[in-house]
C-alpha cells in the first residue's frame, strides 16, 4: 500500500509545495534555495512555536559543522524573500537567545483538496470598542493635519509711520 503523499502548507498568500520543493506566492513561484526552503518547511510544521538555534543547526545540518552566520544568513534570506505581513510584522520572528517561529496561521492540506481549503478564515471583523478607538485616533490625526483656525481674529497692527 503506497504512503499517502506528505503535507503541503499555506499561510498568508504563500503556499509551500513539499511534493515539488517549492515556495509559491499567488501562483508564482518565489525562488529560494534548498536550504531556506528546508528552513521554512520546519518552521511551517510546527508554527507558532519557538525552534531553538540547536533545533535548527541539527535538522538542517546533522552531523555537520556550521557556524551560527550561516544559520543567521538563511532566515535573513528567508525573511527577504517572504516579506513582512499585512500588519507590518514579519513572518519570520526572533526570539532573543532562543530561535525563531514563523508568525502565521499555518494551515496543511493534502493535493486533491479544493483551493478553497486553503483560504484563510474571514475575520470576524474588529470588536466595537476597537473600531471606537480606531476612529478617535483618525479624528485627532485629521484634526492635526488642518490647519490651525484662531477662535478670535488677531488685530492687525497699524503699518509704522514714515520718518519725515
Known amino acids: 500500500m503506497p504512503l499517502p503523499p506528505a ?3 499555506a499561510f498568508g498568500p504563500y503556499r509551500l509545495d513539499v511534493g515539488l520543493s517549492r515556495l509559491e506566492r499567488g501562483g508564482a513561484v518565489v525562488p529560494v534555495s534548498p536550504k531556506v526552503f528546508d528552513l521554512l518547511l520546519l518552521l511551517a510544521r510546527s508554527p507558532e512555536r519557538v525552534l531553538s538555534k540547536s533545533e535548527l543547526m541539527e535538522a538542517l545540518w546533522p552531523k555537520t559543522f556550521v557556524e551560527d552566520a550561516n544559520r543567521t ?3 535573513y534570506t528567508l525573511r527577504r524573500a517572504l516579506g513582512d505581513r499585512p500588519d507590518g510584522t514579519p513572518y ?6 532562543r530561535g525563531y517561529r514563523l ?3 499555518v494551515r496543511a492540506w493534502h493535493e486533491g483538496e479544493s483551493a478553497a481549503s486553503l483560504a484563510p478564515p474571514a475575520p470576524a471583523g474588529p470588536p466595537a470598542a476597537e473600531t471606537e478607538a480606531h476612529r478617535a485616533v483618525e479624528l485627532v ?3 492635526r493635519l488642518q490647519p490651525a483656525q484662531p477662535l478670535h ?5 497699524a503699518p509704522p509711520l514714515a520718518a519725515p
Not at 519570520?92 to 537567545?97: F, K, L, Q, S, V
Open 7 to 9: 503535507p503541503s502548507y
Open 141 to 143: 490625526r485629521d484634526a
Open 73 to 75: 544568513q538563511h532566515v
Open 153 to 157: 481674529p488677531l488685530p492687525v497692527p
Open 92 to 97: 519570520i520572528e526572533t526570539a532573543p537567545r
Open 103 to 105: 508568525n502565521a496561521d
